[in-house]
């Protein structure tokens, strides 16, 4: 045998391109990995009050995405409708988001869970405490 046939080279550079292609495709999705950023909210407190049907969550937004957006928000998988605030910009300082969740029935004292959604689709879960 003096040297490798054209099968054998062909093969051998099958495996070397597969590699290549590999690691290519782990740097390029760690790299756009590091660069891209998901929002994130810190959620401060969640008060519900049974007798107006008020909602609010107060958020903090501490980066790296300057203005997150909000989308929903459920409260014991009811979706709440009104809004009042539709991004929150960074700050180290809390910000209030009120919302009217209707049809929502709950004793003074207890708990109901919640989701914030914002825009990009992050579902941030929180506890909201029933007031009168």
């Given amino acids: 045998m003096k040297g490798l046939t054209s099968i054998e080279l062909a093969i051998l550079l099958a495996i070397i391109i597969v590699i290549a292609v590999a690691v290519g495709w782990y740097m390029y999705t760690t790299f756009v990995a590091s660069t891209s950023s998901s929002p994130k909210l810190q959620i401060v407190s969640a ?5 107006s049907g008020t909602l609010v969550v107060t958020v ?6 300057n203005n997150v957006g909000i989308s929903a928000i459920y409260l014991n998988g009811v979706p709440c ?7 929150v910009a960074i700050s180290s300082a809390p910000k209030p988001i009120g919302a009217t969740c209707s049809g929502i ?9 919640g989701q914030l959604v914002t825009t990009a689709g992050t579902t941030f879960p ?3 405490v029933v007031t009168s």
């Avoid at 008060?47 to 007798?51: A, D, L």
């Avoid at 409708?81 to 991004?87: A, D, Q, W």
């Avoid at 029935?105 to 869970?113: C, D, N, P």
Wanted: aromatic fraction near 6%; avoid cysteine.
């Fill in 60 to 65: 903090v937004n501490p980066g790296p995405v």
């Fill in 81 to 87: 409708t009104g809004i009042n605030v539709t991004s």
């Fill in 126 to 128: 929180f506890t909201a």
């Fill in 105 to 113: 029935s709950a004793a003074v004292g207890t708990q109901l869970s």
């Fill in 47 to 51: 008060q519900y009050s049974s007798s």
